[in-house]
C-alpha cells in the first residue's frame, strides 16, 4: 500500500504506471491472505517477507532507471524517428471480416479438438479432462497440431488490435466505430474459456482498461480524467468476481467453497504457497532457469515444464489445500536463488517501465504511440499477476511470443494510412 501511495505520487498520479500494476496485484494477494490465514492457521516466514518487500523495491527501481534511460539516451528527434510515422487509423472493413471468419473456425476446430481428447459427451467434462491432463506429466496427450496452435495466435493477435482500434476511434476521435470491431475479442473469450482458462479474460479486460486509460489522457491532456475513467470503471468488479466463481464447476473446477472463501484462496494461496515451500524447503535438482525459462527451456530441449514441481499442490498446517501456484517470486528463487530475484525483478521493471515512459513522452508530444501502447497492455496481466505466477519470463520468453508481436505488428500497419500532413499515431 505505501509502495502505491508512493508511485502515485512520484509518477505524476498516474494509476496505471508499472509499479502500481504490481504492487496493486500485490496488496490484492495479500488482503485475501490476510482474510484467511486463520481458517489456514499460518504465519508468514521472515524471510519470504524479506523477498517480497525487497524485491518489489528492487523492481521499481528498475522502472525509475527506465525513465533515466529514455531521458539521457534517447532525444526527442531519436524517439520520434525510431517510435512514430506520419500516419493515421483507419477502418478495414475487409480485414475485419476476414479475421472474424478465420477466428470462428479456428475456435470450431479446438471445440472439435477439445471434445475428441476425452471422448465425453459432456464440454463441462471435457474441458476438465483437458485442464487436468495439459497440468500432469502427459500434456502430450491434448496438444494441438502446430498449424492450429499458430492459427490461434494469429487471431488472437488481430483480436487484441481490433479491440484497440476500436476505443480509439471511441475514446481519441469522438466516432461511433462499428461494433463488428468488437466481435474477434469476443471470439477470442470464447475461445479461451473452451480451453479452460479464465485468467485470459482478466488478460482482456486489463488491456482494455490500460489502453482506455491512456487513450483518455491523450484526448484530455489530463490524468486526473483518465484516473477518473479508471475508477468509474471499477464498478465491473461487481460483475467481474461473481462471474469468474460461477463459471468454475463448467470450467472442471469442483471446489465448494463458498464465494469469499474461493476468491481468498485463489488470490491468496499464492503467497502462501511460496511461504510453504520455503519452510517445507521443496527444492530438486534441476538446470538453472529450467522454471523460470520454460518456453526456452522447452524448445532447447524438447521437454515441457517440470510439472511436478512448479504445480505441487499445498497444504496448510492444518490440513487445507492451499493452492498450488506460488507467486512469480519462486520460479526466480528456485532457479536462481535470492540474487536472481532480484535481478530478474530489476529487469521486469526495466522492461516495462521504458515501455511505460516511452508512451508517456507520446502523449506529451500529442502523437501517440500506440504499438508501444498495444504492448504495454497486451503484457501487463504479468506484472499484475506476478503475486499468482509469472508469466513473462516463462511464457513470454519464446519464439511463439515473437511471432506474434510481429502479427500484431502487421495487423496494426494494415489499419495505418498515410496522412503526412498529421502527425496522430503510430
Known amino acids: 500500500m505505501a509502495i502505491n501511495i508512493l508511485s502515485f505520487w512520484y509518477l505524476k498520479r498516474n494509476i496505471m504506471n508499472p509499479i502500481n500494476i504490481l504492487s496493486i496485484g500485490f496488496l490484492v494477494g495479500a488482503l485475501a491472505l490476510y482474510y484467511a490465514k486463520d481458517d489456514w492457521n499460518v504465519s508468514l516466514e521472515n524471510k519470504t517477507v524479506f523477498i517480497l518487500i525487497l524485491g518489489t523495491i528492487v523492481y521499481c527501481i528498475g522502472v525509475l532507471f527506465a525513465e533515466f534511460i529514455v531521458d539521457a539516451f534517447f532525444s526527442e528527434s531519436s524517439l520520434e524517428k525510431r517510435n512514430y510515422l506520419e500516419s493515421r487509423l483507419s477502418s478495414n472493413s475487409v480485414l475485419i471480416i476476414a479475421l472474424i471468419i478465420v477466428e470462428i473456425i479456428v475456435t470450431l476446430v479446438v471445440y472439435k479438438y477439445i471434445m475428441e481428447f476425452s471422448g465425453a459427451t459432456s464440454l463441462s467434462d471435457a474441458i476438465s479432462y483437458y485442464r487436468d491432463t495439459l497440468m500432469s506429466a502427459n500434456a502430450n496427450l491434448v496438444q494441438f497440431p502446430g498449424w492450429l496452435n499458430q492459427m490461434m495466435k494469429v487471431t488472437m493477435a488481430g483480436s487484441y488490435v481490433s479491440l484497440f482500434i476500436f476505443m480509439y476511434f471511441r475514446l481519441v476521435r469522438g466516432e461511433k466505430e462499428s461494433w463488428v470491431l468488437v466481435i474477434p475479442i469476443i471470439v477470442y473469450m470464447v475461445q479461451s474459456l473452451l480451453m479452460g482458462g479464465r485468467l485470459q479474460l482478466i488478460r482482456v479486460m486489463l488491456f482494455t482498461l490500460i489502453c482506455a486509460y491512456f487513450l483518455t489522457m491523450y484526448k484530455s491532456k489530463s490524468s486526473n480524467k483518465a484516473n477518473h475513467f479508471v475508477i ?6 461487481i460483475i467481474i468476481l461473481p462471474f469468474f466463481y460461477l463459471i468454475k464447476g463448467f470450467l472442471g473446477r469442483t471446489s465448494s467453497d463458498t464465494f469469499l472463501t474461493y476468491i481468498a484462496r485463489y488470490l491468496g494461496g499464492p503467497i502462501e504457497c511460496f511461504d510453504l515451500y520455503i519452510k517445507g524447503h521443496y527444492f530438486s535438482s534441476h538446470l538453472k532457469g529450467q522454471e523460470t525459462f520454460a518456453s526456452i527451456y522447452q524448445l532447447i530441449t524438447g521437454k515441457g515444464d517440470i510439472q511436478s514441481l512448479t504445480f505441487r499442490w499445498m497444504q496448510s498446517p492444518n490440513g487445507i489445500w492451499v493452492g498450488n501456484v506460488y507467486t512469480g517470486y519462486k520460479r526466480y528463487f528456485v532457479d536462481f536463488g535470492i540474487t536472481g530475484v532480484f535481478v ?4 521486469l521493471g526495466l522492461i516495462f517501465g521504458y515501455m511505460y515512459f516511452v508512451i508517456l513522452r507520446s502523449i506529451k508530444r500529442r502523437n501517440l504511440a500506440g504499438y508501444v501502447l498495444m504492448c504495454y497492455g497486451f503484457f501487463a496481466y504479468s ?42 499515431i503510430s
Do not use: N
Open 383 to 424: 506484472i499484475f499477476f506476478e503475486f499468482f505466477d509469472d508469466t513473462f519470463f516463462s511464457v513470454s520468453f519464446s519464439v511463439g511470443t515473437v511471432l506474434q508481436l510481429l502479427e500484431m505488428y502487421i495487423f496494426y500497419r494494415l489499419f495505418l494510412v498515410s496522412a503526412k500532413s498529421e502527425k496522430v
Open 232 to 237: 468509474a470503471s471499477s464498478k465491473w468488479l
Open 344 to 347: 530478474l525483478l530489476f529487469l
